[in-house]
């Protein structure tokens, strides 16, 4: 099974049409014979119909024809090619009714855009086949809308053919009808179309739709699975899942470039396609990347080598904005890595590590993102273990989708809960990779624990984080296995979880994780009565666990407290390449933590994490923060000066914190969830602690810390940490005169704050 054989049937068709053309007396110059769609290209399976047009001059009187065309098709029907009857598709019209056809039928134009001669006159067939690409030019804007409606409206009802266990090769999304609506758009000469990149897939689906037929001996292109074994054996492949993971690999790569495409000629009109026909204006926005054309862009100068992580900085702000990666960029970044170069270093570095995690967590802009990077093989020089599950098959009823689409999916529903825990890098990073342990007859939970230690540990997690992905990885089916099979009121249930779980915090990332596995798994598997069982398990063993997840207050070393009680105001910077390490110890005063925020903000300095702490009449005040490829040179003694300034003058500091917000260029956002806020008054501490969980923003903790202040608050202590997109904010926070705050005040300053983050 291949081209050849197909192109044999073809080309035996033809001498069967040849020869009965020239038996019917038909004059050769006033009419012909063409082949249409699938024929036209030569490519004919064992159940295929014969797509022809039978093309005339308009001499012929209509008897006259009618006789001629039975002549012609008659036979045709007592005729067997490979066995099989035929069976035939048939019109007959003058050059003139074809063009009227077409321009009214989409069918009709997307077969004639493959029209071949057969036999008979050339000069008919070469009129319609000028006149059909002509017309699929001239109204191209309008037909190509026409045809993406058509195409909307057939994926809707067929599904997708990659992650279907019983997928239909030619009307599915990513199929073989999804193949020739891309070439008829590039053959509409709007866009330049990478048709070389679906070679494969048009291939496989070609020799698999063959194979279907002989081995079923019926024309049909419903993979089924009694005969998916049977095609799989016909091909060479070692088994059915081996065939599978290769057609959902093809039409993914299909489904990649159509909807690349669509995008582009969305966007054609706007701005000209300016990649190719002129230079268009771009936004920088961060180092090396920009956005141009609607898509973010790598630098064409970068070196890859010199900053081995801008591929996953690319990849989470365009996540993060919304927009597709430019497929150049994608592929010189390709390029780089396959022959060797731009590997990280091991450990990744944290601002790889946390563009990772930013990716991760922008909900259902990251599948876009991540399918390219997949597309490209990005994704295996980063993350080698992902190659093993690549387009592997879930063959059962639950799953929608392969095994790694599947964790995507449900990285995806689980970027809607990280309001919900306390690591939403944990929990972010466990869902992506849950099932990583999949391809094999070994428990894939166990095996998964045991493959994502070293991956966790590549990518720059530290021992303790480690052993916590480790336990969501392993026991992600357990609340969900115990809750659906164990009675919830047996002490001894809740001891069995409570033994396996070792505090609050890992049940909440283990809930979270239960719920968007079961959300991306379907709602045949995920129903609300499961998702009620969870939660009532989770709620005793809640119950019966004691523990605190709020961040503990800093504690100072010795040095940090003698150069606190010497009352001298300080900076230090340490510089650590990508990034500064900045501590600050300082007279305390109401609004210290939003002013010096605001500072670092103006000198586009990105803050990653901060530990504030007051002691005596000081404070000391630790940084992490990453500058923008705009920040001027940091120097200990202009970011003293900045302070000094800022504190002396604030409201000057306000109005340049809020014209550089204005000032920033007008991209699009994805939708985040909601702010969260919350307050404990119950802590074993003497402070008031206000809890912040929010996506990260520019001037995020100035405006935070703004707010606080405003409401004659104190912040005594503060622990703030950006994990990928997402800040959480723990404040230790007292009245002025140094009391707790009461019930009344800590939730007037919550509603203020959840107002401010609107």
Request: proline fraction near 4%.
């Amino acid at each position: 099974m291949g081209t050849r054989e197909r192109r044999v049937r073809s080309n035996q068709s033809d001498r069967i049409l040849t020869q009965l053309f020239q038996e019917s007396g038909a004059d050769p110059q006033e009419l012909a014979i063409a082949a249409v769609g699938g024929f036209g290209r030569g490519e004919l399976t064992p159940g295929s119909d014969l797509d022809i047009v039978i093309i005339h001059s308009g001499t012929y009187g209509e008897k006259e024809l009618s006789e001629l065309v039975n002549k012609i098709l008659y036979p045709l029907w007592d005729r067997k090619i490979d066995g099989r009857s035929v069976k035939i598709d048939h019109s007959v019209r003058t050059p003139a009714e074809m063009k009227i056809a077409a321009a009214s039928d989409l069918k009709v134009a997307l077969g004639l855009l493959d029209i071949r001669l057969i036999c008979g006159s050339a000069d008919l067939v070469a009129d319609v086949q000028s006149d059909a690409l002509a017309a699929w030019r001239k109204d191209a804007n309008s037909r190509l809308v026409e045809l993406q409606e058509s195409l909307r409206d057939r994926h809707q009802k067929m599904g997708e053919l990659a992650y279907l266990l019983e997928p239909d090769l030619k009307e599915a999304r990513g199929g073989i009808r999804d193949i020739t609506a891309l070439r008829a758009i590039d053959r509409a000469n709007l866009i330049s179309v990478p048709i070389e990149r679906i070679s494969f897939a048009e291939s496989l689906f070609a020799n698999v739709r063959e194979t279907l037929h002989l081995v079923s001996g019926r024309d049909k292109d419903k993979l089924l699975f009694q005969e998916q074994d049977k095609v799989a054996a016909a091909l060479g492949y070692v088994d059915a899942d081996a065939l599978m993971s290769d057609i959902a690999q093809a039409a993914r790569s299909v489904d990649y470039v159509l909807d690349i495409t669509w995008y582009r000629l969305a966007h054609k009109g706007r701005d000209g396609f300016g990649r190719f026909f002129k230079k268009v204006r771009s936004t920088t926005i961060s180092r090396d990347i920009s956005v141009a054309n609607k898509e973010i862009v790598i630098g064409i100068d970068v070196d890859f080598d010199r900053d081995p992580g801008i591929g996953l900085r690319a990849a989470a702000q365009a996540a993060q904005l919304g927009l597709p990666l430019s497929m150049e960029s994608l592929e010189r970044l390709a390029t780089h890595l396959k022959n060797g170069g731009g590997a990280l270093t091991h450990p990744w570095p944290r601002e790889v590590r946390e563009n990772l995690i930013t990716l991760i967590g922008a909900g259902p802009a990251m599948v876009q993102i991540f399918e390219a990077l997949d597309q490209e093989e990005i994704i295996f020089h980063w993350i080698p273990e992902w190659r093993s599950v690549r387009s592997l098959p879930q063959r059962n009823v639950l799953h929608r989708h392969t095994v790694d689409r599947h964790m995507v999916e449900t990285a995806v529903h689980a970027a809607a809960l990280t309001r919900k825990v306390h690591r939403p890098d944990l929990l972010l990073f466990g869902a992506l990779f849950h099932d990583i342990g999949k391809g094999t007859e070994e428990d894939h939970s166990e095996r998964g624990e045991r493959l994502i230690a070293p991956l966790a540990a590549r990518i720059g997690f530290p021992p303790a984080d480690i052993a916590t992905i480790q336990l969501l990885v392993k026991h992600h089916l357990l609340l969900a296995a115990t809750a659906t099979r164990r009675d919830l009121d047996d002490p001894a249930t809740i001891a069995s979880v409570v033994e396996a779980i070792p505090d609050l915090q890992t049940l909440e990332l283990l809930h979270a994780l239960s719920i968007a596995d079961g959300e991306a798994t379907g709602r045949a598997a995920w129903t609300d009565w499961k998702a009620a069982l969870v939660e009532e398990l989770v709620t005793k063993v809640k119950i019966a666990l004691t523990d605190n997840t709020i961040a503990q207050q800093p504690d100072l070393t010795d040095s940090q407290r003698i150069a606190a009680e010497s009352g001298a105001f300080t900076v230090t910077i340490n510089d650590r390449g990508n990034l500064y390490a900045i501590e600050i110890v300082i007279a305390d005063q109401p609004g210290l933590l939003s002013t010096v925020a605001g500072v670092l903000n103006l000198l586009r300095l990105d803050v990653r994490s901060a530990r504030t702490k007051s002691h005596g009449n000081s404070a000391v005040m630790e940084w992490i923060v990453i500058p923008d490829p705009h920040a001027p040179l940091l120097t200990q003694e202009a970011l003293h000066d900045e302070i000094a300034a800022a504190l002396e003058n604030r409201t000057s500091l306000a109005t340049r914190i809020a014209e550089r917000i204005s000032a920033y260029a007008q991209l699009p956002t994805i939708p985040v969830p909601a702010p969260e806020v919350e307050t404990f008054l119950d802590a074993a501490t003497a402070a008031t602690i206000i809890e912040v969980r929010s996506h990260d923003r520019p001037a995020l903790l100035f405006g935070i810390g703004d707010v606080i202040t405003k409401c004659n608050v104190d912040i005594r202590s503060a622990i703030v940490t950006t994990l990928g997109a997402e800040a959480i904010d723990t404040l230790y926070v007292t009245e002025l005169d140094g009391q707790a705050l009461t019930q009344s005040r800590a939730d007037e300053v919550a509603q203020r704050l959840r107002a401010a983050l609107k």
